[in-house]
């Protein structure tokens, strides 16, 4: 009788913990936007992904979880599980004088199936 009880407290603690997925990509909610410079889209841009976030996490890439690369059109799309993230672009604008390089960021939550369309407006950077 122990060991069923035991097994059964083991079962129910293992579907707590899977069962509610939160904050990571591959959910039913999604974002989607354009990564643009002055109205500019900025094609194949990186869009890094910071989970459990609202506040800026640096440039510094390695503190970020994943990322995405936007198309040819400035386009990016993530599917997520509900939770709080922040995003930062990093992108090259070849019409402006070096440094070519401009990047920005946002902090967003998202519900569980929600669609959220957010362009990521980027400045000139380091």
Do not use: W
């Amino acid at each position: 009788m122990k060991t069923i009880l035991q097994l059964s407290l083991a079962l129910m603690l293992t579907l707590g913990f899977t069962a509610c997925k939160k904050n990571q990509m591959g959910g039913k909610a999604s974002v989607r936007g354009v990564v643009a410079h002055h109205g500019k889209a900025i094609a194949d841009a990186y869009v890094y992904i910071k989970f459990n976030s609202t506040e800026f996490p640096g440039t510094d890439f390695s503190k970020y979880d994943t990322y995405v690369k936007a198309d040819a059109n400035g386009n990016y799309s993530i599917p997520l599980y509900k939770g709080s993230y922040y995003l930062f672009a990093k992108g090259y604008d070849l019409d402006i004088p070096s440094p070519f390089v401009v990047q920005g960021g946002l902090s967003f939550s998202i519900r569980n199936k929600e669609n959220l369309t957010l362009d990521i407006a980027v400045t000139e950077g380091d």
